[in-house]
């Protein structure tokens, strides 16, 4: 029986587009984790995953798949909650004694940093998030998810207690096979200068927001 099982997983290993190469002790402001290292196995995109307790398939897990912003994480931009939303994660991950943050370097809604600074430009003179994209030439979101399902899939987890307000990720999870038991919102008081950006992610992308007013 247990034979089966180590084929059965290692099979579906062989299937996996990404490798995890490292893992080490990283204490932070918010507590210990493991920092986790995976390469993607088709591209040259990497992956981080912060980790922290016994990860188990049949325990629900606290998870977040957190899409880097170089802006709202590392320069506490006021436009959007991207970093508030990833410090909150981590607090509520370190509350639980156990759960993973993926941090995938999809910059920009997938567009990159240069763009996403155009974009930002385009924003100045009066269009909204989506506008700036689309008028840049880029979808309203270029993001894509599989692959930090394969990292949630080869840290162990299988049934996700998922932090987030898209629709389009507890989607994309469920799509690559995991069992999201739960939407965990995650919301951050709006402030005047993010206001607009969290309107337009409520009313044209879908995201659960309340937006009960400026903070
Ligand atoms: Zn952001």
Redesign the pocket.
Known sequence: MKDTLQFESSRATASFTVKKEAEANLPTEFGPFQIVGFRSTNSNEEFVALVKGEIEPEKPTLIRIHSQ?L???VFH?L?????PQLQRAMEMVQEEGRGIIVYQHQEGRGIGIVNKIKAYALQDEGADTIEANLRLGFGIDEREYHQCAEVIKLLGARKVRLMSNNPDKLRALRDAGLDVVERVPLEIKAKEQSFKYLTTKKEKMGHLLRLNGIF
Do not use: A, E, L, V
């Open positions: 912003c802006t709202g994480d931009s436009k959007c909650d991207c970093g």
